[in-house]
């Protein structure tokens, strides 16, 4: 076997490898092809009136930005509805006689996930994420900035709870 013959080997080898294989370790059986994400509910008053909606909207986004899911808000195959169930502002590790340097912004989702095709994927979970600010900060001045990190990253679980066979 000469030179060439070995690299045109090894190609078409990673190539293959390559075609079948996921990066991202999506898992959508072949018979998903909708999906519907509902506005979510809230359970706590602290929550900015905008955020429920935008992120439902983001998941929206991430799911057909990363899948080959279509958006179908009637029967689709699989679907996502969801509260808000906390919203909180706390002071990290204060001491005794002093007040914290750092508050913390925790948010709290419980997502269901429904799977018409095939009822044994339906779960039901709660995803948590937080963001950390400056007790010299203003909570309204930083906390579209604090929501961004914190959607992120809960968009990124309820993806990978959903989509993802790890």
Known sequence: MNKRTGIYII????SQFLSCYSFKGISIP????????????????????SFPAQFAENLKNKIRNESRLQYKD??????????????????????????????????????????TKNDKENW?????????????????DVQDKLLVTISDQLLEDIFNRAFTNW
């Open 11 to 14: 190609l078409l080898m990673a």
């Open 30 to 49: 072949p018979d998903v092809t909708t999906f519907f994400v509902a506005n979510l509910e809230t359970r706590s008053t602290a929550v900015p009136v």
């Open 74 to 115: 009637v029967d689709p195959d699989i679907s996502f509805a969801g509260t808000i169930t906390d919203y909180r502002i706390s002071p990290v590790a204060p001491k005794p006689g002093e007040s914290a340097s750092i508050n913390r912004l925790d948010v709290s989702i419980e997502i269901q996930f429904t799977n």
């Open 124 to 140: 039901k979970q709660s995803f948590k994420h937080f963001a950390d600010f400056s007790a010299n900060e203003n909570l309204l």
